[in-house]
């Protein structure tokens, strides 16, 4: 009933840039917290940068002064501009969003495939 698609993704070298796409799609009534995620090979997922309406913002200490989300609510999606890349941000970025679906109270968390982001020294 609701996609959460991933893209921009990709192979740059350190200290380059990437700008990440996260688009919603199906019965959506309202979207309200949307955040990404990343897993890195053999480690757990986790959070990078999160956006509550349309601007209230938090991120991880990790990405801090580099990463930059923001969303725009009449296309139900959400961006990540990352500058000054490093090799630790390698990883699979996940999208997530919680999501009211058209017709129903509840929100619920959904989530994308993932992206893959690969940053060589």
């Known amino acids: 009933q609701v996609q959460l698609v991933e893209s921009g993704g990709g192979l740059v070298q350190a200290g380059g840039s990437l700008r990440l796409s996260c688009a919603a799609s199906g019965r959506i009534g309202s979207i309200n917290k949307m955040g990404w995620y990343r897993q890195a090979p053999g480690k757990q997922r986790e959070l990078v940068a999160v956006?509550?309406?349309?601007?209230?913002?938090n991120y991880a200490d990790s990405v801090k002064g580099r990463f930059t989300i923001s969303r725009d609510n009449f296309k139900n999606t959400m961006y990540l501009q990352m500058n000054s890349l490093k090799p630790e941000d390698t990883g699979l970025y996940y999208c997530?969003?919680?999501?009211?679906?058209?017709?129903?109270?509840?929100?619920?968390?959904?989530w994308g495939q993932g992206t893959q982001v690969t940053v060589s020294s």
């Open positions: 997530n969003a919680d999501i009211r679906i058209t017709g129903s109270w509840a929100f619920e968390s959904h």
């Open positions: 956006i509550i309406g349309a601007r209230s913002t």
